[in-house]
């Protein structure tokens, strides 16, 4: 009996799901296929009260046309998947293939008692600037099309959804356009059922932003909206009013400058309402432009002050969420810097007074060049938290370059070249650095880590999970293509988590 017991321990363990949000990780569902939902929002089932998530499909061969998936969820932590909740269907002259349906969003109409899906609908080049709508009688569909509108006989980009907790009504948020008579932001009330909209509440005129959503508290509305830089991060920023009419303040970052909302764009927001306290969460995406199915969920806490008018996005490697209470934590790690690690080739420290102990590892080029962190392990798989500075810039040459012969070039940051554009030196945007992680020597299992560029100076962290034995590791780092050359970024220092609780799933 006491073998069986231990077995069906260890059967369950090895089953067992996702405690901790890690953001710009890669998330997987309970069948451990990765999670791919992107620029999406969430909706409670009326029947059980979970939640579920609706988000972009991007695969290589559709990456704006892959149709709606919807992941559901208890915890915010442990994601099922049911499949595609609108699919592409061929031929069709909104929903094709070859169609950009992006920023999903449902919510419920007591009216019908439907669930409504509505997103920015529109062709491959752009030119339409309509609004998609879907409906089901299951919150995780099938939806079927009902139509594509120009809202209010506006044009329509990226959309939102906002739904006030108070008195139920929802509203459109979207931008119309790039066009000279456009760039203009909309607040737009819905009709009670959720078919159309009524009437535009606000508007933010020639603000030119994109990716809108509103977080609702207590005392006051926040709408967050990022600044139209493509599939390049950029400095996300919030208004803030006493109603949905206005007036809105002027606009404010959320996050330190340069980090460029730590590598995100906004795109929805979460109000938990818990038995012990109210948390705001951030729910944004980081783009991997060269790769955008390869993009990342972040989803992080706020720091709102109504007495102040501030709302701050502050950065968390892992954080532990209870959604009953609200309640959260952050995760402490054992950090290892860059400093006390062992460089070969023409990896080396150099002086940066922004580093931890004032060092930074730098030269860190394929697979001569590396950086080795010896870490204690817990005998389990563990994540690592790797922060980096990775500059966007670099001349593309035919010599493979080290610290001698081509130092990094870069601009300070997207838009501090002239004309915003890294011509002066023909070079071109990296957008992301990808590294190589070797644990304990075992080169038969190379981990990848992409590193997003950051602005000069300012540090990032990604975290990978690894399998660390018991005792003494070794954390090799060295470089791997990103699609211009084997560069990976420059290390600050690493971080070591405690191997995640386990939780068996549910029966």
Request: net charge negative; charged share 25%; with cysteine.
């Given at each position: ?50 939640f579920f998530w609706f988000g972009e499909h991007k695969t290589k061969e559709d990456p704006e046309g892959g149709g709606v998936s919807v992941y559901s969820s208890d915890d915010l932590a442990t994601w099922t998947s049911h499949g595609l909740a ?28 439907k669930y409504h899906m509505w997103w920015h609908a529109d062709d491959s080049k752009y030119s339409l600037l309509l609004q998609g709508h879907a409906t089901s009688d299951n919150i995780s569909g099938p939806y079927v099309f009902d139509k594509a ?299 990848t880590l992409y590193q997003k560029d950051t602005h000069k100076g300012i540090i990032l962290s990604t975290a990978l999970k690894l399998p660390l034995n018991k005792g003494k590791n070794t954390i090799t780092v060295g470089g791997l293509s990103n ?25």
């Open positions: 009996m006491a073998v069986k017991s231990l077995l069906a321990f260890l059967a369950l363990a090895t089953t067992a799901h996702s405690k901790w949000i890690v953001p710009g990780a890669r998330w997987y569902d309970t069948e451990g296929n990765i999670f791919n939902a992107h620029a999406g929002g969430l909706a409670i089932d009326r029947d059980t009260g979970r609108l699919t592409p269907e061929d031929g069709h002259e909104f929903i094709s293939p070859e169609s950009i349906i992006q920023r999903p969003k449902v919510q419920y109409s007591d009216v019908d008692q509108v120009a809202p209010l006989g506006n044009w329509s980009q990226d959309f939102g959804l906002f739904t006030d907790y108070k008195d139920g009504r929802s509203y459109a948020l979207y931008s119309n356009g790039d066009s000279v008579q456009g760039r203009d932001n909309y607040l737009t009330r819905f009709n009670e059922a959720l078919t159309d909209l009524e009437d535009v509440v606000y508007t933010w005129p020639k603000f030119d932003l994109e990716a809108p959503t509103i977080i609702q508290t207590e005392r006051s509305y926040y709408a967050l909206m990022s600044h139209k830089t493509g599939y390049r991060p950029n400095n996300v920023v919030a208004f803030r009013a006493d109603s949905l009419e206005g007036p809105w303040s002027q606009p404010f970052f959320v996050s330190p400058a340069y980090t460029r909302t730590f590598s995100t764009q906004s795109g929805f927001s979460w109000r938990i309402n818990g038995t012990k306290q109210t948390t705001y969460l951030y729910m944004a995406d980081q783009w991997d432009g060269n790769s955008i199915w390869e993009s990342r969920n972040v989803w992080l806490p706020m720091d709102i002050d109504d007495d102040k008018g501030k709302l701050e996005v502050k950065w968390h490697d892992i954080y532990d969420l209870d959604v009953k209470t609200g309640e959260w934590e952050p995760v402490e790690g054992k950090e290892y810097p860059a400093a006390e690690a062992k460089t070969i080739g023409g990896a080396y420290l150099q002086e940066a007074n922004f580093a931890t102990l004032s060092k930074i590892a730098t030269g860190i080029y394929g697979n001569d060049s590396k950086i080795t962190f010896e870490v204690d392990g817990q005998g389990d798989d563990q994540w690592v938290s790797f922060y980096h500075q990775s500059k966007q810039l670099l001349l593309i040459i035919s010599e493979r370059p080290t610290h001698r012969t081509c130092p990094d070039i870069d601009d300070m940051g997207f838009g501090d070249q002239p004309m915003g554009a890294p011509d002066r030196i023909n070079g071109t945007w990296q957008l992301r650095r990808v590294s190589s992680v070797v644990v304990n020597d075992n080169e038969d299992q190379v981990h699609g211009v050359n084997i560069k990976g970024a420059d290390l600050d220092k690493i971080v070591v988590y405690p191997p995640e609780p386990r939780q068996p799933p549910k029966c």
